[in-house]
């Protein structure tokens, strides 16, 4: 026994010392989005309600608490061909400027890291304005866009 573990030992530090002598690099990490590439902006001078999203298509199924997210008059989970949009209401489109885009991108962020222990918790990699809504998007900003370019 004292053998086979000494002979483990010497293979793990020759594979170590290899790997080190080639130059193997750290694989870099997951690029984060920015602004740009997280979020569109469309129809800032309009207000929308919840009522516009529902005429086109959006399945509204469960109210949050919006004291989790700072100035959002109101916040729904919902769905849209089989993915899942939160969406988040102000007051105005200003507000979504102010009080709205850093607590999406830092939600579109947290969505490139992995979690084992996230469970079955929505995970939303992008987002977009509406006028005064912000929709966060399951996979891609195209799948919010797809949904508001129903929006009458």
């Not at 998007?137 to 508001?148: G, H, I, M, R, Y």
Request: glycine share 6%; charged share 20%; with cysteine.
């Amino acid at each position: 026994p004292a053998l086979v573990i000494l002979g483990l030992t010497l293979a793990a530090a020759s594979v170590a010392a290899a790997c080190a002598e080639s130059g193997a690099a750290e694989p870099s990490p997951t690029p984060q989005p920015t602004a740009a590439s997280a979020s569109v902006i469309q129809q800032p001078d309009r207000l929308f309600t919840l009522d516009d999203l529902i005429a086109a298509g959006w399945k509204k199924s469960k109210q949050l608490d919006a004291g989790f997210v700072p100035a959002a008059v109101e916040v729904w989970y919902g769905f849209y061909s089989r993915k899942d949009i939160e969406v988040r209401v102000y007051a105005s489109h200003q507000d979504v400027l102010q009080h709205g885009v850093g607590p999406a991108e830092e939600v579109a962020r947290s969505s490139y890291r992995s979690d084992f222990f996230k469970g079955s918790a929505p995970n939303y990699s992008s987002y977009m304005i509406l006028g005064n809504l912000i929709l966060l998007c399951q996979f891609d900003v195209d799948d919010c866009e797809a949904l508001t370019a129903n929006v009458k």
